[in-house]
């Protein structure tokens, strides 16, 4: 249960409602197990009443008032008890869920590449209900649990102690049965878990995709692959369930073996006489009947437990996980100033591919500069190096000469406006997605959506469809095509008035008339701010004031447009095959 550790914080925060279900469950349980001095005395009145030794019966009516009263002040302070327990889990629960969610949101693009959507998904979801079970259910039932049994253990005390031992004598067997299985139990548990994660990324990957599947015609292949997925987490959830059906049964037997125990030695102990009345049978049939719960609950509990401290030690793993990008301050950035690269170098960790070799270039404020070369030369790490995505392997990057790994992130990337590559919309209004740059709050970006919209040439576009901004664009933009998917992400980026621009072959999927105005209209909005265009068309960049031409990470040209073109090399062959 070390892995569990990690929840007393959210118990410390919920201390007095903890207490006070604890305290619920204490007076429930005294209320409830105290009928059984009524029923031995009742049983006893009865006893008298069939000899002929007592024939009033007041007493009796007496005894089932009490009886009623103590039945119902139980059952008052039993869902006073849930109340408290089971809310406070789901209090806790969604805690844990917004500290997970705030921690991935902390965890650099690293750890986003070695770990996929569904495996995320799976731990802030379904690993998290699985905790919620022990912070509540199990919780409570285990408290009761030892109520319960101290206090039946003070009643039976009272009465006889030889019968006491009677019932308890299965215990140290049940104990050593309990913590093997539940060790087993945790084993299968992980294994259950790790395949639903695999069953979640399967879903999440092929419902992303699906227009990819579809058109490949591989419905069937995939229906496949998700099916073996299946059996195999079918096979280790019934290996768990197997495990767990075959504890129940062997608790109620141990429970059942100590009623026996009564019944027999009772009624020896009453035939010889060492034992006045036989309402003390009565009151121990009824006293192991109200631990038949709690003792047949103890597989059901281990089984919440374990499968809660595999869940967590999933958990414990991504929040142990500390992110490689950090903030290193909280002053705030003046202006980002010009913009050096210094012999940076930089290989991807996981792949070990080096992107970049000993890379240095400038960018003054106000310059554009353009980067340019074949696919694969290294152009988009330039883009994730300057919104500092990663640290540099070699050599240093400074904004107004700080280096960038002393500058408050947060503050450089909100005076960056940056257009990916890969374009992402957010299920929501066409309008929310472009003001989504915009960082003020409360203010309706009405004016400055609609302008940003028109400077991206998509404005036309979106008063077309029928409800204009408001639409709602489907998961990943999936109904829009990829060129206004693109433009409705360069006016996300030029809405927010950065002071660096990078726009990372973010003209791909629009006609060239259409780049031709977008670029126009880019000059006027980039004056007297750096920007940084990434681009596989010359007609993109040659406007730049410099151009870097990039081959295998090298920088290998360098220049304006005719500069370049005078130079008759790589970046003069890209110019004469795309002027063909």
Not at 126 to 152: K, L, Q
Request: with cysteine; proline share 2%; glycine share 6%.
């Amino acid at each position: 249960m070390r892995s569990l550790k990690y929840l007393n914080k959210y118990f410390l925060r919920y201390k007095v409602r903890l207490l006070l279900g604890f305290l619920f469950v204490a007076i429930s349980n005294v209320l409830m197990i105290a009928q059984s001095d009524y029923i031995k005395k009742a049983t006893d009145k009865f006893e008298k009443i069939v000899k002929g030794e007592n024939t009033d019966k007041n007493e009796l009516i007496m005894y089932a008032v009490y009886l009623l009263l103590l039945a119902l002040g139980g059952g008052f302070f039993m869902f006073l008890k849930r109340q408290f327990l089971i809310v406070l889990s789901r209090l806790i629960e969604a805690d844990l869920k917004n500290d997970i969610y705030t921690h991935y949101q902390q965890l650099d693009i690293n750890f986003y590449k070695r770990n996929n959507t569904g495996d995320l998904m799976n731990r802030i979801s379904e690993d998290v209900s699985r905790v919620r079970m022990y912070i509540g259910p199990a919780v409570m039932y285990i408290v009761d649990t030892f109520f319960t049994i101290a206090t039946s253990l003070f009643f039976m005390l009272r009465q006889d102690a030889f019968l006491t031992m009677i019932v308890f004598i299965p215990l140290p067997l049940l104990s050593y049965v309990i913590f093997k299985v539940s060790d087993l139990i945790n084993k299968k548990s992980t294994a259950v878990q790790e395949n639903l994660s695999e069953l979640t990324s399967q879903s999440q990957e092929s419902f992303s995709g699906i227009r990819v599947i579809k058109a490949y015609s591989k419905e069937n292949f995939f229906s496949s692959l998700f099916s073996k997925k299946v059996s195999k987490y079918r096979e280790a959830a019934l290996s768990m369930s197997r495990t767990e059906a075959a504890f129940h049964p062997f608790i109620t037997l141990m429970i059942g073996l100590s009623l026996i125990a009564v019944v027999y030695f009772g009624g020896r102990q009453y035939i010889k006489g060492e034992i006045l009345g036989i309402g003390i049978i009565t009151q121990f049939i009824f006293l192991v009947y109200k631990l038949t719960w709690p003792f047949a609950s103890l597989g059901w509990i281990t089984s919440l437990v374990q499968r809660a401290a595999a869940s967590q030690t999933r958990i414990n793993e991504f929040l142990q996980t500390k992110p490689e990008i950090v903030n290193p301050t909280n002053e705030e950035l003046k202006e980002l100033g010009t913009v050096r690269f210094s012999n940076v170098s930089f290989t991807y960790p996981d792949t070990g591919i080096k992107a970049l070799k000993n890379i240095s270039f400038e960018l003054k404020r106000g310059e554009t500069v353009a980067i340019t070369g074949p696919t694969g030369s290294g152009k988009s790490t330039v883009a994730s190096l300057l919104t500092r995505m990663y640290d540099v392997g070699s050599g240093e990057i400074s904004f107004a000469g700080a280096p960038v790994s002393k500058i408050n992130l947060h503050a450089l990337r909100r005076k960056t406006g940056y257009v990916p590559q890969e374009v992402f919309l957010f299920s929501d209004s066409i309008k929310n997605n472009i003001a989504f740059g915009l960082h003020a709050k409360g203010a309706d970006p009405g004016d400055r959506v609609v302008q940003a919209a028109k400077d991206a040439e998509v404005h036309d576009n979106i008063t077309g469809f029928p409800e204009t901004y408001e639409t709602v664009v489907g998961e990943r933009g999936v109904t829009l095509s990829g060129g206004q998917k693109q433009r409705i992400s360069i006016a996300r980026a030029i809405i927010k008035d950065p002071e660096l621009l990078i726009f990372d072959d973010c003209l791909s999927a629009v006609d060239t008339e259409t780049e031709d105005r977008i670029v126009t209209n880019l000059k006027r909005i980039m004056q007297g701010k750096s920007s940084v265009i990434i681009s596989h068309r010359i007609s993109s960049i040659k406007h730049a004031d410099r151009i870097i031409y990039l081959k295998n990470g090298e920088i290998t040209e360098q220049g304006s447009h005719e500069e370049l073109i005078a130079l008759n090399g790589d970046y003069a062959e890209l110019n004469r095959l795309q002027a063909l």
